[in-house]
């Protein structure tokens, strides 16, 4: 199919058939060995049965599985859903919590399209209109004035027009997760619109009017956790087993009694890792573990409900469940009289609970909060540990996580202790708080459905690819181990699924991990080898 | 003569509708409930050794316990080639900015040269022997110079823009019709003012002498019909300008301080915590079932509520 030039008015488009289809041969290169867009997967097609259930209507894929309406009247009465939900975006009782920035973005986007050049999914798609962060925006803008400033023909001229049906919210609906809510597009603005935001606060409103989420991080994501008190499904007597588990395994393999302590009350550190990483990669809580008691910290995991899992998905798409995940694991805290939480290696629970919760968490629930960055920079600068760099003599290189970096400003801690351990680290080029997205920013990483795993490695995760591949041009040889270190468990999920996706540990031995298996893999107290060079 | 008054009326009050409808959206803005924190990295009144690579106080093991510190010089540092040479749009498009400095700055010159002609029509009514002199003959000069290169780079900034939106597909389908009519005002104001007074017949008077007009209501002034024009067109302009989004010289006060580098904590017993507390009783309406919202409860029972577990917990 050739591609034609996407307009805005294409969205009210009532046919039901995708806007855009994307061709390997229209993406942005990908350097050796990827090269070839010929030998690149083909996309999986959606199914017959989801194309008759589902609206499908804005590209190659669907990520939220929207059942299409029966009846005429049912999508007139989404639609009339959808003009409620937009105002009370726009009312200070319905959305305090972004009010400000939201309006400041509706009335202010000088349209230079500036953001375009910083978004990695623009880029990756080849540049395809309907990826532009200002695509989005737009809609929202003309619906804004529209229909919440009640705009006649003169905001109309002056703004621009669009034809609101149920077409276009199935669309916008699909567009809204095709963010990975990075923010390097608001980065680079030079009024300080935030495209990023809008895409956000669109979610927000799906979810929050419409009850119409992304089943991953809904149904299975927050609402799992509040039920049982983690997203994996895990209670507090299965995560006390498994860590119980992960202890034993970790003593065997590096010759050091490992105990993790559960409910200290009094403990200085309250640690909370993501509890997919229990599951997923074990040896993840397992180092944390052994690298605290080591240096002697004072610190307890909590069995309190959410008070072991620090996800809170609500961050990306509702700020109810955002708020009540917070809330929780505040709660769990503040019941153990801890001095501080500490939160493992994710991203986004960083973001949520030390940044955005920071202004709902009054009283007795203001316990401070702490990156593990900052915690294990103190532990391996400060020379608590004997610890021998050549045993990490391999080429490594470091992913930042935006809500870690970008979003938050953690930025050095964690390369002070790289460089300090790993003698052939490199840079990916730009990097700190210019990095790129991993590609399953904003929930990707844990949304599998249907075909959106191929749109994800193909478009959402096609740059940070890209850098990978070149911070290790010089080492391609599958002889050479090669380990990109990514500190935060969504991250970790997207470099899992993506280098097997292109099949880059078997062909170029890339591995991935997190921070503290590279401290452990240097201490000298522990026997060699803890990295196990072997794909999982 | 009915012309000049109009135009003075028209000029006068177009500096009231600015003021005021500048005031009432800066106002606007600024009494928007504090929102969560959404700051972006690097904020530039960290302290200077974290500002070079962006870090935050978060990276200060038990940041909490140590005196933070506002670096006004970092915040200075990064707003003033901001506001004067629009330093991201350097950094970020470089083909643009050669199209929206000239227009940026051509105004800034325009509006520094008004300012300056002011000025001098005041002092030439209050110290004319000051101005007699070499003094006023340079301000004269700095004045023209002013006046002659504004005019020339807003104008020709003013038109390349028109250009790339009328010929830049990227820029095509998001480009209205007001935005199209913003830069024609500009540029028929411009083109009035420019040839209102270089084509100005001999007698007229010279800018000074219309400067000193307005400010003493001189109702015996005559201004040429293009000239009168143009400034009927720039007081117009004035007063638009509050109106639409090329107001965002006020915006940008709050995207960049209230939002992008709002990165102040909830220190115990803050203002922040009083303010917060308040929007924790408003009573959203929001429709989902697993909200909980019925207009009823308020935002601090919604966030205690657990709605997987059916109550509140």
């Known amino acids: 199919m050739k591609r034609q030039k996407l307009r805005l008015s294409d969205m009210s488009e009532e046919e039901r058939k995708p806007l855009v289809h994307l061709e390997n041969e229209e993406l942005m290169p990908l350097p050796a060995p990827l090269d070839d867009p010929a030998k690149d997967h083909n996309w999986t097609p959606l199914s017959?049965?989801?194309?008759?259930?589902?609206?499908c209507a804005l590209d190659d894929t669907i990520a939220v599985s929207i059942p299409q309406p029966k009846s005429r009247e049912e999508e007139q009465e989404l639609v009339r859903k959808f003009l409620s939900g937009l105002e009370k975006l726009f009312t200070k009782e319905n959305n305090w919590t972004f009010l400000q920035p939201l309006l400041l973005t509706m009335e202010h986007c000088a349209k230079c399209q500036t953001c375009s050049e910083a978004c990695h999914i623009f880029e990756a798609s080849g540049r395809n209109e309907l990826y532009r962060p200002t695509y989005r925006s737009e809609i929202v803008r003309r619906l804004y004035f529209k229909y919440v400033k009640r705009g006649g023909l003169v905001s109309a001229w002056q703004h621009g027009e669009i034809k609101l049906n149920w077409p276009l919210v199935a669309r916008l609906i699909e567009l809204s997760y095709r963010c990975n809510l990075c923010r390097r597009c608001a980065q680079t603005c030079p009024i300080g619109a935030d495209n990023g935001l809008v895409a956000h606060e669109l979610r927000k409103l799906f979810s929050q009017e419409m009850g119409i989420a992304a089943k991953e991080i809904h149904d299975n994501g927050s609402m799992l956790q509040l039920k049982v008190g983690s997203s994996t499904g895990m209670n507090a007597e299965a995560v006390k087993d498994n860590i119980a588990f992960i202890d034993e395994d970790i003593s065997e393999k590096t010759g050091v009694e490992v105990k993790t302590p559960w409910d200290v009350e009094g403990a200085e550190i309250l640690l909370i890792h993501n509890a997919g990483e229990i599951l997923a990669w074990p040896e993840n809580p397992g180092a944390f573990a052994l690298v605290l008691n080591a240096a002697g910290i004072s610190w307890t995991m909590s069995s309190e409900l959410a008070g072991y899992d620090s996800i809170n998905y609500g961050v990306w798409y509702d700020d109810a469940q955002f708020a009540r995940v917070a809330l929780k694991h505040a709660q769990a805290a503040r019941k153990l009289k801890v001095k501080k939480i500490v939160l493992g290696e994710c991203g986004h629970a960083h973001k949520a609970l030390s940044v955005i919760a920071d202004r709902i968490l009054?009283?007795?629930?203001?316990?401070?909060?702490?990156?593990?960055?900052?915690?294990?920079?103190e532990i391996v600068v400060g020379g608590r540990l004997k610890l021998d760099p050549t045993r990490n003599n391999f080429p490594v290189t470091l992913h930042d996580p935006c809500n870690l970096v970008r979003l938050m400003g953690v930025v050095e801690p964690q390369r002070e202790v790289v460089r300090k351990l790993c003698p052939q680290f490199r840079e990916m080029e730009p990097h700190g708080v210019d990095n790129y997205c991993c590609g399953g920013g904003s929930g990707f990483a844990i949304m599998s459905g249907n075909n959106f795993p191929d749109w994800r490695f193909h478009v959402s995760g096609r740059k940070k690819l890209e850098q990978i591949l070149n911070a290790f041009q010089d080492c391609l040889d599958p002889s050479i181990p090669k380990y990109i270190c990514a500190p935060c468990s969504n991250c970790k999920g997207q470099f899992r699924d993506m280098l097997a996706y292109y099949d880059l540990w078997k062909r170029n031995s890339i591995l991935y991990g997190g921070l503290v298996e590279l401290i452990v893999n240097a201490m000298t107290d522990v026997k060699p080898g803890f990295i196990e060079w072997e794909w999982r | 003569m009915m012309t000049t008054i109009f135009v003075y009326c028209c000029l006068y009050l177009a500096a009231l509708v600015f003021v005021v409808a500048c005031a009432v959206r800066a106002v606007f803005y600024a009494r928007l409930p504090l929102h969560l924190r959404w700051e972006l990295y690097p904020v530039p009144h960290e302290e200077a050794a974290r500002v070079e690579h962006g870090g935050s106080y978060f990276e200060v093991t038990n940041w909490w316990e140590k005196p933070l510190r506002f670096n006004w010089i970092g915040e200075w540092k990064a707003m003033l080639p901001e506001m004067l040479f629009q330093k991201a749009l350097w950094e970020?498009?470089?083909?643009?900015?050669?199209?929206?400095?000239?227009?940026?700055?051509?105004?800034?010159?325009?509006?520094?040269?008004t300012g300056l002609l002011g000025g001098r029509a005041v002092l030439t009514l209050w110290a004319p022997g000051l101005m007699a002199g070499d003094i006023g003959m340079a301000l004269r000069y700095a004045n023209?110079?002013?006046?002659?290169?504004?005019?020339?780079?807003?104008?020709?900034g003013a038109l390349s823009l028109m250009a790339r939106r009328l010929t830049d597909a990227n820029l095509q389908i998001y480009t209205t019709a007001g935005d199209l009519f913003n830069l024609l005002f500009f540029i028929v104001t411009l083109g009035c003012l420019a040839g209102g007074y270089v084509d100005r017949p001999a007698?007229?008077?010279?800018?000074?002498?219309?400067?000193?007009?307005?400010?003493?209501?001189?109702?015996?002034?005559?201004?040429?019909?293009?000239?009168?024009?143009?400034?009927?067109?720039?007081?117009?302009l004035t007063a638009y300008i509050p109106m639409t989004h090329m107001s965002h010289f006020i915006a940008k006060y709050f995207t960049y301080h209230a939002v992008r580098w709002d990165d102040r904590p909830n220190l115990q017993g803050s203002d922040l915590a009083r303010r917060v507390a308040e929007y924790l009783t408003y009573r959203p309406r929001w429709a989902a079932p697993h909200v909980g919202a019925d207009g009823v409860k308020t935002w601090a029972e919604i966030a205690s509520a657990n709605p997987a577990q059916g109550g509140r917990k």
């Open chain 1, 48 to 55: 017959a049965q989801a194309q008759e259930r589902y609206e």
């Open chain 1, 362 to 377: 009054g009283g007795d629930l203001n316990i401070p909060r702490e990156s593990s960055m900052t915690l294990l920079r």
């Open chain 2, 144 to 156: 023209a110079v002013g006046f002659a290169a504004g005019a020339v780079l807003a104008t020709v």
């Open chain 2, 92 to 113: 970020f498009n470089r083909t643009l900015w050669f199209l929206s400095f000239p227009f940026h700055f051509g105004l800034y010159l325009l509006i520094g040269a």
């Open chain 2, 203 to 236: 007698g007229s008077p010279p800018a000074l002498a219309v400067a000193r007009g307005f400010i003493t209501f001189d109702a015996g002034l005559h201004l040429p019909p293009l000239l009168a024009t143009g400034l009927i067109l720039s007081a117009l």
